[in-house]
């Protein structure tokens, strides 16, 4: 490895974000050789970095893991007020972070890796990745509903107009939308302009991947030749 800087090396190993790790820095709980980090260090292969006290290592084989996140089940980090989080139920020997959040009260799959350049392709809006979701809402779905959930809503909270979108209806209350964009609780928000309300959000698909027969609290590691689509369809080179 050359010179690198400290944040993109933390998110590159899957610790955390480079924002994430940006702000890790400057509370003072990442150490380079023993010394406290400074806000944009660069950093050489032969430096011992160390967060909150954990010998930090270069990532030598990426993993993925296919996870079935259920309701109630907050993803972050830290959160003292989160009843439970991530990685209260996933066992896993190593250090893996998520690609895109799912909501507190939403459920469905997850992607975590320990490699920090796939996760920042994988979220990367400007990609358009393609998240199949199962919604249901609480009033009958509509043609007009389809229409006007397809066509590109402006969210006037945001002051945004998301991208048209795919839509089927699946039942009376129930749809399948696929996004190609990441803006928080957008399918809700879509929702609620258009006058109706969420009951139940499932994501059964990112990208490839999809949730299969894994069940709310189960993961499994994705195989060779799915993370090196992952790869392929991110554009990144493979470790």
Do not use: W
Not at 60 to 69: G, S
Not at 117 to 140: C, F, P, S, T, W
Not at 150 to 174: A, N
């Amino acid at each position: 490895m050359e010179q690198m800087r400290l944040n993109k090396f933390l998110a590159h190993c899957g610790i955390c974000s480079r924002r994430d790790a940006d702000r890790l820095i400057e509370q003072g709980e990442v150490q380079v050789n023993g010394a406290l980090a400074k806000p944009g260090q660069t950093i050489m292969e032969t430096d011992q970095v160390t967060v909150s006290g954990k010998l930090v290592k270069a990532v030598d084989r990426t993993v993925v893991l296919a996870f079935y996140k259920p309701l109630g089940v907050t993803c972050t980090e830290k959160d003292p007020h989160a009843e439970k989080i991530i990685s209260d139920i996933i066992p896993y020997p190593i250090r893996v972070t998520y690609a895109g959040r799912l909501d507190r009260d939403s459920e469905g799959l997850l992607l975590l890796t320990n490699n920090g350049d796939l996760i920042q392709a994988m979220m990367r809006g400007a990609n358009r990745h393609e998240k199949e979701y199962l919604v249901k809402v609480d009033k009958e779905i509509t043609s007009d509903f389809l229409s006007k959930m397809s066509s590109g809503l402006y969210l006037k909270d945001l002051d945004v107009k998301v991208r048209e979108c795919e839509l089927e209806k699946v039942g009376k209350y129930t749809f399948r939308i696929i996004l190609t964009q990441g803006i928080n609780r957008q399918i809700r928000r879509m929702c609620a302009a258009c006058g109706y309300q969420v009951r139940s959000l499932k994501r059964v698909r990112v990208m490839h991947i999809t949730l299969g027969d894994l069940k709310p609290g189960e993961y499994c590691e994705l195989s060779e030749a799915d993370v090196m689509r992952l790869y392929q369809d991110c554009g990144i080179k493979p470790i």
